[in-house]
Every structure is written in C-alpha cells, then in structure tokens.
C-alpha cells in the first residue's frame, strides 16, 4: 500500500513493486491520476491493483477506506507512508500558518492516521514492513525549513518510536530520508511557480524517483532476519542539507 501513490516517489514506487510481481494499493487525492496509473501497472501482468482515493489529513475517510477492505486487501505487508509535502519558504516570524497547517496534517498527522490503520492489520499476523518518507532535513535544518524541517524531524522520532513499539510483533520499520531530489517537490513548495522550482536544482545531478523506488524495493526484499532501520540518500554533489556543489551551466 502507497500513499501520495500519483507522482514522485510513490508512481516511481508502484511501478517497480507492480513489474516485480506485487499487489499493489495505490492511494491519492487526484482521482484521475489514481486511474491513469492503475492503467499503467496492470500493463506488468496478472497482478492486482486497488485504487483508493482519500486525503489521508481526514481520519474518518481513512478509517472507513481502510475498514471496509475485503479480507484478501488487508493482509498487507508492506505500508509506504510516502504522503508529503512542502509548502512556502519563508522565516519563522513572517511565515504562511495555513501552510504550517498543511504540512503537519499532512507529513505528521497524515502518516499517523494512515498507520493507525494499518498497523494493526499487520500486528494481528505478525508480519510487516512500514516504510516512513523523511528526509535529509528532518537531520539537519536550514534557514526558512523551519516547520517543514520540524515535520520531517517528527517522521524520524516516529519511525524509530514505531520500531520499538512493535519489535515484539516482528515488524519492520524504515525510515527513508532523502536529499535533493527532482520531482514535484518544489513545484509544490513555490505553488506552481516553475521557475523557482527550476533554480532548486541547477548545477545538480539530483537523484530522481527511481532512485528512491530501488532503494525502498530493496529494503523490502531482504531476508526476514534483516532490517535496514534508516537510509540517508543524497546525490553525489550533496553532502549535507546546507553542503551542494553545484556545476555552472
């Protein structure tokens, strides 16, 4: 099961799981697009593809999405909280508060709800893999993350607080946190703003979706025995949040 499944690293990561041979649970708020890609997944077999449509910032449309499930889609085993974003870019004392609304309903309390449902699911079979999307900047911050920052901090105590409530249950847990990466990111941070989104990325070989969807499709297939708790996943020409070395073009 996908979350944010429309775009970026969530399509990047059906589509890898779809061409292995996997069930998949796609899930979004673009209706359309929840469509077109599941589409796109049954071109890799006889594999089976749910779509679900819901904003996982309303708790009651996920617990009734998730309770209503027939028995064959809730033995899931594998959850990739991947629903998230970043909006505005502003310091601390003149920032957007609807923005800071949105980003922690949905990084923070969105992949709360989606796990609540969820997990259980997985404790009652002793069995499951949650992946958590981070990143780089919920380990460091920068000028103007601020509440961005916060929420992707947030993920990364989540994560490891998820692992050890459920170690008993022999679930496993990963936090996924990566750096620069191109994708809708930045066109959502600066609100459609193509330009801006451009500038973020110049003089970078950033890392793309399918980047992201290996990592994760190999975490996800290691013996049982093993768990890879967290990955840290930057390009070459980035070695922290604040450290790029970007090529003149």
Known sequence: M???ATSG?????AIKFAENGYNIIITGRRKELLDELE???????????????FDIR???????????LSEEWKKIDILINNAGLA??????????????????DTNVKGLLYVTRAVAPLMVARNKGHIFNLGSIAGKETYENGNVYCASKFAVDALS???????????????????GMAETEFSLVRFKGDEQKAKTV????????????????????TLPDHVCINEIVITPTQQASVNHSYRISQ
């Open 39 to 53: 589409k796109e997944l049954h071109v890799f077999g006889k594999i089976k593809v749910l779509s679900l449509c």
């Open 160 to 178: 490891k607080s998820m692992r050890i409530d459920m170690l008993k249950n022999n679930i496993k847990v990963t936090l996924i946190a990566p």
């Open 87 to 104: 909006v505005g870019l502003d310091h601390i004392q003149s920032g957007n508060i609807d923005d800071w609304d949105r980003m922690i």
């Open 201 to 220: 990325y110049k003089g970078i070989d950033a890392l793309t979706a399918d980047d992201i969807a290996d990592v994760i499709y190999y975490c996800a």
């Open 58 to 68: 309303k708790n009651e449309e996920i617990e009734s999405v998730i309770g209503s």
């Open 2 to 4: 996908i979350t944010g």
């Open 9 to 13: 690293f969530g399509k990047a990561t």
